[in-house]
């Protein structure tokens, strides 16, 4: 009989304490009541630390005395989960779920998402699917209802020909990468997921850490795909305009191939990577903050390159197998 997976859940805040209050009664409600809650505050000023010492005195709270982004804060929640675990055979069965704090989960969403685990012990990293929710308020942020639409989210990412992550819609659960609103890892993955001391690259532009933790772990022969079975909600966002740290992530992915991909795999893909080259440098001519992210990029690519000698130090698959990824 196989042992059930045991579970963490890391979320990282920056005066979230109303989304915080939410995500935590979603929490409660679950038919699974075994998890373990990580709350790394980045310096908030709204009293969260305070709140949750009163309110959720089960929760474990960390608080760091300045925004170093959320790669930093979630590798050291990370380094605090796998301290605690020394038996290499306990990682096998303990998953990680990183969630951002204005996620809602569904009442059966972790059951859903530790009986996958549970099953399937070659399933490394997966990601619920993200559906756009609604709160119906009683005036008590405490106590909800969560009113789904028919919006979905995110399904998971594909990466294109030309190095493009996309939405890669319905359909199968096989996912290049997992939507970074709510994903889960399993811990031994984890810990072989590590480059150079840190297990979310805090160099990459925010949004970015979650595709580059994906795109390593095919590279290391780890199973990839999401779960539809599950389901978490986020509220719709107030504003359809991408925010600065979007837009570089999604033009801005040069790091993310200096990092991970390969010279011959480039070079048989080299029209598409053309084409998409052009076009961001046509966004880069009329978006100045974003082309000066850009030029501020080059001053990492050592730092980039040295982590892809590290990565490829590693047993890898092959380049042909690399290929077979790209749409």
Partial sequence: ??????????????????????FLASLERQTCKE????VLDNASSDGVQGWLQHSHPEVVA???????????????????????????MSLDQRVFI???PDILFAPDALQKIVDTFTADPTLMIAGPCVQVG???????????EIEPTEVMESTGMSLTRGRRFVEKGKGTSEAFAVARGCFVVRASAMKRLA???EWFDELVFPGQEVWDLCWRAHLLGMSVRMLPEATVYRLPASSKRLTHE??????????????????????????????????????????GRVCLAWLGTWRKRSAFKKKHAALFAQTHVSSAEMRRWFV
């Fill in 35 to 38: 998890a373990q809650v990580i």
């Fill in 246 to 287: 979007q837009r570089c992530a999604r033009f801005l992915r040069g790091p993310l191939c200096w990092k991970n991909d390969v010279l011959m795999n480039r070079l048989l893909r080299l029209p598409w990577i053309v084409c998409d080259r052009v076009w961001t440098a046509l966004y880069l001519l009329t978006h």
């Fill in 134 to 144: 609604r709160v119906v308020a009683d005036g008590d942020e405490e106590r909800f």
């Fill in 62 to 88: 960390l608080r760091n005395f300045r925004d170093h982004g959320v790669a930093r804060a979630w590798n050291q929640s990370v380094a605090l989960a796998l301290s605690r675990e020394s038996d290499e």
């Fill in 98 to 100: 990183f969630a951002e």
């Fill in 1 to 22: 009989m196989q042992e059930t997976a045991h579970t963490s859940i890391h979320v990282v805040v920056w005066n979230h304490r109303d989304a915080l209050g939410r």
């Fill in 195 to 197: 480059v150079e001391g």
